[in-house]
C-alpha cells in the first residue's frame, strides 16, 4: 500500500485512539472515533478501515483479558460465539477487500451517521424485560447473531461491540455484566480473523497501526477498570465532535476538487 506517512497522521490519530479504547471499553463502539480520526488524518477509506483493524484489534484484546480476569464470560456460550464470529470475520473481511474504494468511502459516510445515531439514542443497554429463555435458545442466538455481527466486524466494524451487547442482553437474556464480556471476546475474534486477511493481502499501513495500537491498548487498559459518572454523556459528545470534523473535513476535501476542476 503506497501511502506516505507523516507526523501529522500520527499526532491526529494517536490521541483520538486512546479515548476510542476508553469508550470501546466501557460499552462498545470506539470505532465511531478511531475510524473517523483515520480519515481525518487523511488515509482512504480502505487503508482507514484496514489500519483501524490493526490498531482496535491489540487494544480489544487487552479489554477482553480484564473482562476473563474479572470472570465476566460464559464461557460455554463464548465457545459458541467465537466459532461462529470467526467464519464472519474472515467473510467480512474478504468482501471488504473486493469492494471498490469509491463505493466503500460513500458506504462509510452512509453507515457512520447511521450507527453513530442509533449508538447515541440507545440510552441504556440493560434490556427492560429481562425474562428467561432456555439454554438452548441462548445457543441459537449467540451462534446465529455472533455470525452476522463478526461479518460486520470484519467488513466494517464500528458499533459491532455494542450491537453484540444489545442482542445478548436483549434477545440471549444474558445479565449485562456477561453480555459485555461475550461480547468482548466474540468481537475480538472477528477482529482477528479479518486482520488476519488484511494482512495477508498487505492492505495494513504496519507502522502507523502498531504506533496507534499502543495508544488503543492503554485506552481500552483504563476504560475497562472504570466505571464514569455520566460516562454515556461524555461518550456522545466525543463522538458527536469526531463525526462533525470528518464530515467538515469531506465538505473541504469535496470543494477543493470542486475548485480543482474550474
Known sequence: MEIELTLSMFLIVCPLAFLAGVVDSIGGGGGLISLPAYMIAGLPAHAAVFTNKLSATCGIIVATARYCKNKCIDYQLAIVGVITAALGGFAGGNFALMVNETIFKILLLI??????????????????????????WQYVIVAI??????????????????????????????????????????????????????????????????????FSIAGNYIGAGLAIKNGNKI???????????????VIFDAGNRFIGWL
Not at 124 to 131: A, F, T
Not at 235 to 249: D, E, M, P, Q, Y
Open 111 to 136: 453507515l457512520l451517521p447511521l450507527i453513530a445515531m442509533y449508538v447515541l439514542l440507545k440510552k441504556d443497554l440493560e434490556p427492560k424485560n429481562v425474562g428467561h429463555i432456555s439454554r438452548n
Open 145 to 214: 447473531s455472533s455470525f452476522f455481527l463478526g461479518m460486520y466486524a470484519g467488513f466494517y466494524g464500528p458499533g459491532s461491540g455494542t450491537f453484540l451487547i444489545l442482542v445478548y442482553s436483549g434477545f440471549a437474556k444474558m445479565n449485562l455484566l456477561k453480555a459485555e464480556g461475550n461480547a468482548k471476546i466474540v468481537n475480538m475474534t472477528a477482529d482477528i480473523c479479518s486482520l488476519m486477511v488484511f494482512l495477508f493481502n498487505g492492505a495494513v499501513l504496519i507502522p502507523l497501526g502498531l504506533t496507534v495500537a499502543v
Open 235 to 249: 461518550i456522545r459528545i466525543v463522538i458527536l465532535s469526531v463525526l462533525a470534523l470528518l464530515f467538515l473535513k
